[in-house]
Each structure stands twice: as structure tokens, then as C-alpha cells.
């Protein structure tokens, strides 16, 4: 069974980067979709970011399109979320997610979840 395991959060200054990762064990996360959440304070569970299991086509939306990246390394058998530029809304509790359907971009589509990790960014 496929398991997910996060790290890379924390608390930065506005404009500045931080790396998520998520690290999979179980099997090859290459062979599924997945997404990244953002849950903000009082806020519903929403993707930022995707990666598709047929083609690697990736998704943002819009609020960090041009500023996070999302990529795979399978070598590492890991997900990585780039995030550059970060802008307060950008706060919240950030989750990985992986299914074997082509797209994670609903939370009720994902079987796998990371455990989250917390990301702030203030001045």
C-alpha cells in the first residue's frame, strides 16, 4: 500500500522560497497522480498544484501559477513542490495526495494522503 510521507515546511519571510517534498514508499509514485492542497485558515481543502499519472501534464491554479512548480524525481521516488515568491495567503496546512486515476485535483478522488505539514509567511 502506498504511503506518503512530507517535510519541507516551516515559517519564512514574505517573498522568500521553501521546498515540500513527499516521499513514497509501497510503490511507484510515478505511476500515479498526484496533487498538492492548501487548507487555509477557515478555508476548504483546495489543489494548487497537480501532476497527471498518464502524462506528467501538470496544473496550478491560478493564484500560484508562476510561482510554484511541482515536479517528480523518480530516482527518489518523491514528489516535490517548489514554492517561490510567498505571499501570506499562501499560509495554511499543505497536503500531498496520490490515486492511480489520471488526475488528483478533488480531495475525494485521492486514496493516498500525506500527513501535512504546516507552511507560514510573514514579514
Known amino acids: 500500500q502506498l504511503q506518503l510521507v512530507q517535510s519541507g515546511g516551516g515559517s519564512v519571510q514574505l517573498g522568500e522560497s521553501l521546498r515540500l517534498s513527499c516521499a513514497a514508499s509501497?510503490?511507484?509514485?510515478?505511476?500515479?497522480?498526484v496533487g498538492w492542497f492548501r487548507q487555509g485558515p477557515g478555508k476548504e481543502r483546495e489543489a494548487i498544484a497537480g501532476i497527471s499519472s498518464i502524462d506528467d501534464k501538470l496544473y496550478y491554479e491560478d493564484s500560484v501559477k508562476g510561482r510554484f512548480t511541482l515536479s517528480r524525481d523518480n530516482a527518489k521516488n518523491a514528489v516535490y513542490l517548489q514554492m517561490n515568491d510567498l505571499k501570506a495567503e499562501d499560509a495554511g496546512s499543505y497536503y500531498c495526495?496520490?490515486?492511480?486515476?489520471?488526475?488528483?485535483?478533488?480531495?475525494?478522488?485521492?486514496?493516498?494522503w500525506g500527513e501535512g505539514t504546516e507552511v507560514t509567511a510573514s514579514s
Open positions: 509501497g510503490g511507484n509514485l510515478g505511476n500515479y497522480a
Open positions: 495526495a496520490g490515486d492511480i486515476s489520471a488526475w488528483v485535483l478533488v480531495p475525494e478522488v485521492a486514496r493516498y
